[in-house]
Structures are given as structure tokens and as C-alpha cells.
């Protein structure tokens, strides 16, 4: 998706078009962060560690939802 707006921007694209396919990188990227922190979550929650560094984890990890 992304390489698709640097050629868009290359090869002088409209405004528009171009607005639309970053909205869709945009959302691409927002979806497979999502994804990516849910799987660190559950990760951390199987995990056999001390409370601590569990509630430590998953602190750190909720800043970015």
C-alpha cells in the first residue's frame, strides 16, 4: 500500500486519489497494530512471569491501543 502512494506521488496522481490510498495505509497500519498488541497481550498473559513485570508489560503495551 504505502509503495502504491510514493508512485502515486511520483507519478503526479490527484489530491484525491492520493488521500484515498493513504486513508487505506492508514488503516491497513492501524489494523496490524491492533492485531500485534492484542497477540503481545495474550503473549504476556500465558506467560509464566512475576506479576510485576506482567502488569509492568502490559502497562506499557496499553499506550499504544
Same mark, same amino acid.
Given at each position: 500500500?504505502?509503495? @502504491?502512494?510514493?508512485?502515486?506521488?511520483?507519478?503526479?496522481?490527484?489530491? @484525491?486519489?492520493?488521500?484515498?490510498?493513504?486513508?487505506?495505509?492508514?488503516?491497513?497500519?492501524? *489494523?496490524? @497494530?491492533?492485531? /500485534?498488541?492484542?497477540?503481545?497481550?495474550?503473549?504476556?498473559?500465558?506467560?509464566?512471569?512475576?506479576?510485576?513485570?506482567?502488569?509492568?508489560?502490559?502497562?506499557?503495551?496499553? *499506550? /499504544?491501543?
Amino acid at each position: 500500500h504505502l509503495s @502504491k502512494v510514493i508512485d502515486m506521488l511520483s507519478e503526479g496522481c490527484s489530491g @484525491k486519489d492520493v488521500a484515498q490510498q493513504m486513508q487505506a495505509v492508514t488503516g491497513a497500519l492501524s *489494523k496490524a @497494530k491492533n492485531l /500485534y498488541i492484542r497477540e503481545q497481550i495474550e503473549h504476556a498473559l500465558t506467560s509464566e512471569r512475576p506479576p510485576e513485570a506482567l502488569i509492568r508489560d502490559l502497562s506499557e503495551l496499553s *499506550k /499504544y491501543l
